[in-house]
C-alpha cells in the first residue's frame, strides 16, 4: 500500500459480514475478509477506487460519450496520488451474450508508486466469479476503511462500532470492521 499515514497493522484489520437481509450472490453472514480481499490482487487501492465507478458502470452498459468514438468499451482513468503518474484503462469484454469481464490495465507508471504498478499489468474486476468483497460494497467501505487506518478507535453506525451497509437497495447487507487482536 502506497501510504504513510497508516497507523495499523493492515493484515490485522477484518471486514466481517454481521447482517445479510435479501440475496447477495457474494456474501453470507459471518464471512471475514482482509485487505487483500478488497480489491483485484496485486491493485493499490486508490487507483482501485479511483477506476472502480467506471468498471462498475461498465457492467451495466455505460458507454462513456468522450470514449464513443475511441473505444465504446473502455474508459480511461487515473490514479488520484499527487506524486504519482499512473494511469489505467477499464475495458469491458462480451464473454457470451450474457457474461462479461472487465479488466484494468495500467498504461502509464511513474517511478513514485508506492505499489510498483507497470505498464501492462492487468487485474480482473470482480464480478461474482472470484472470492472477495463486492464491488458494490467496496464503494460504501473504502471512504471508512481508510479513516480506520488512520484511527482505529473511529466509530459508525452504532453500538460502539464500525459498521457500514452495502448501498444495494435491494438487499441490506452489513459489515463491520474491526482490529484483530
Known sequence: MCD?????????????????????????EGQVFRYKDLLPEGMCIHAFHSIYAYCLSLTYDAVFSWMRDV????????????????????????????KKKVEVTITEAGDNCGCKHKPGQKYRFNLGDDYGICPAAFSSIYPF???????PDFKWGGDGKLVVRCPDHLNAIDYEIYLEK
Open 145 to 151: 476503511f481508510m479513516i480506520f487506518l488512520q484511527n
Open 71 to 98: 473505444d465504446k468499451d473502455a474508459v480511461l482513468a487515473q490514479c488520484p496520488h499527487p506524486k504519482n503518474t499512473i494511469f489505467m484503462e477499464a475495458k469491458r469484454y462480451q464473454l457470451d451474450e450474457v
Open 4 to 28: 504513510d499515514i497508516i497507523n495499523v497493522d493492515i493484515n490485522k484489520v477484518a471486514i466481517k459480514v454481521i447482517g445479510v437481509k435479501g440475496q447477495c450472490k457474494y456474501h453470507e
